[in-house]
T-cell receptor, first 114, second 113 residues
């Protein structure tokens, strides 16, 4: 089973409120990623976990937090949502961290902030 | 820094015609290139990947050849089908410690009867 699951699929949030998105995989993959995709733009890496080590991109460092309580689950947390957070959030996982490893993606969570 | 360019945002074709979706990249490291396909309301799935220069890679009727001399990894198919309608992403991973993907903005392919 190469399925990556994401919950919820759609999320409506109010400006200033927190948002928590969940991702899970049962492939025992070491690495899990979060991407943000806006219309007509490329998916952009926000952060990733290699095992228990969190790596966050410099330009989104303060905007997103994450936790990985176990190998299967990874969350993406927005403390105070702004309009600019409206996007599709894609979770992915890969077996290892080598650049040849295939990343398996979930279907995404579409977040709309009003 | 690393980047990927997909020049066509939208491509519309009639069933049975050939297609080529352009992908060029920029990196100072040894590249690994991927094509992902995303059908409506589904997860992006790997279609092709390659790091070997001038070698054609094929899968499900699609093929691509990595040309390091021109920094290109164009996706082709000789005869598109209705089921090929989807969003296609080209992505680059560099030879570094982490499997970070740099995506192009995607090409939406629509195949008409």
């Amino acid at each position: 089973d190469t399925t990556v699951k994401q919950n919820p699929r759609y999320k409506l949030a109010r400006v200033g409120k927190p948002v928590n998105l969940i991702c899970s995989q049962t492939m025992n993959h070491d690495t899990m990623y979060w991407y943000q995709k806006k219309p007509n733009q490329a998916p952009k890496l926000l952060l990733f976990y290699y095992d228990k080590i969190l790596n966050r991109e410099a330009d989104t460092f303060e905007k997103f937090q994450s936790s990985r309580p176990n190998n299967s689950f990874c969350s993406l947390y927005i403390g105070s949502a702004g309009l600019e957070y409206s996007a599709m959030y894609l979770c992915a996982s890969s077996r290892d961290r080598g650049n040849q490893d295939t990343q398996y993606f979930g279907p995404g969570t579409r977040l709309l902030v009003l | 820094g690393d980047s990927v360019t997909q020049t066509e945002g939208l491509v519309t074709l009639t069933k049975g015609l050939p297609v080529m979706l352009n992908c060029t990249y920029q990196t100072t490291y040894s590249p690994f290139l991927f094509w992902y396909v995303q059908h409506l309301n589904e997860a992006p799935k790997l279609l092709l990947k390659s790091s070997t220069d001038n070698k054609r890679t094929e899968h499900q009727g699609f093929y691509a050849t990595l040309h390091k001399s021109s920094s290109s990894f164009h996706l082709q198919k000789s005869s598109v089908q209705l089921s090929d309608s989807a969003l296609y992403f080209c992505a680059l991973s560099e030879m570094s410690n982490y499997n970070v993907l740099y995506f192009g903005s995607g090409t939406k392919l629509t195949v008409e009867p």
